[in-house]
């Protein structure tokens, strides 16, 4: 009474700027990466405020720890998040994440890879058929690394050309079967050896009489076939396959084969370099 304050005794386990148990704390760090924090508030019993101050807290704190870094090789490849294109950034060889952009442009791909003084241990980049991508890579890591197209931007190419000519063909028959070609559509995206008995069976009833659909399945089917080629018949096979498709077919397959021409180096760059970034 003779100084005229009021003194809290000290309690252990407790965080005296915020009023709450440090167990408390520690439970809306480790949440405040996996759930909003309205939900956060309403379970531990605090405002939402308060949640999003102690994730901040958190956010830094993993903000200076985070020490990105140059593999020896490198995924270049991107996902949609709000509505925009971020670049990703992955360790292949580790199998890991590294960093994400906030776009996938090139002006932003290349200060992230300017950060690096020394860029000498790259030795290959797996990325997809985004110039940007291959520009930017050239430009800053130099001539020398290898630029390898990941197989399965280039293979969707093919099952896509497959879907496109189903599409079509399917329009001219009646409600029910366009209804169960369009469920039976997994068929002719499977590998042969991968479909059981009975999606062989009804794969082979399909082909056999559904000439176009058959010729379409029977290209993918061949350009599927080159990645399981030794280097030297696989591009031999490549160049016959450009030939190979037919006039009547050259719409479907147009992005494929046109792909095909326009990266040819990098697309083979894989059987000396059989990286990707799946």
């Known amino acids: 009474r003779d100084c005229g304050e009021t003194f809290v005794q000290p309690l252990t386990g407790v965080e005296a700027d915020r009023r709450m148990t440090t167990r408390c ?5 480790s949440q405040c990466l996996r759930d ?9 019993g605090c405002t939402e405020g308060t949640v999003r101050n102690i994730a901040g807290d958190q956010i830094q704190a993993m903000d200076a720890e985070f020490s990105p870094y140059l593999p020896a090789w490198l995924g270049i490849d991107e ?8 670049c990703i950034l ?4 580790n199998r890991a994440p590294i960093d994400i952009l906030i776009d996938r442009d090139k002006p932003t791909v290349a200060r992230w890879l300017y950060q690096f003084p020394d860029r000498s241990a790259v030795q290959g980049v797996a990325m997809d058929m985004w110039r940007p991508y291959r520009d930017t890579v050239k430009a800053v ?15 969707r190419m093919a099952n896509q050309a497959v879907d496109k000519v189903r599409i079509r063909v399917q329009r001219e028959k009646d409600a029910r079967t366009r209804v169960a070609w369009k469920r039976s559509k997994v068929q002719l995206v499977k590998r042969p050896d991968n479909l059981s008995e009975s999606q062989r069976f009804n794969l082979d009833m399909w082909l056999a009489n559904e000439p176009e659909v058959a010729e379409a399945y029977r290209l993918k ?7 399981d080629m030794p280097k030297d018949k696989a591009i031999a096979a490549y160049d016959a396959f450009l030939k190979s498709v037919p006039a009547s077919r050259k719409a479907e397959f147009g992005d494929l084969t046109r792909a095909m021409k326009n990266w040819r180096t ?3 760059a894989y059987f000396d370099y059989p990286i990707t970034n799946g």
């Open 36 to 44: 909003t924090f309205t939900r956060i508030a309403e379970l531990v």
């Open 221 to 227: 089917e061949a350009f599927f076939a080159i990645y």
């Open 90 to 93: 992955t360790d292949v060889g």
């Open 25 to 29: 704390v520690q439970f809306i760090r």
């Open 141 to 155: 890591l130099g001539e020398h690394v290898a630029v390898v197209i990941d197989k399965f931007h280039v293979v």
């Open 266 to 268: 990098e697309i083979l």
């Open 79 to 86: 996902t949609q998040l709000d509505r925009s294109m971020r």
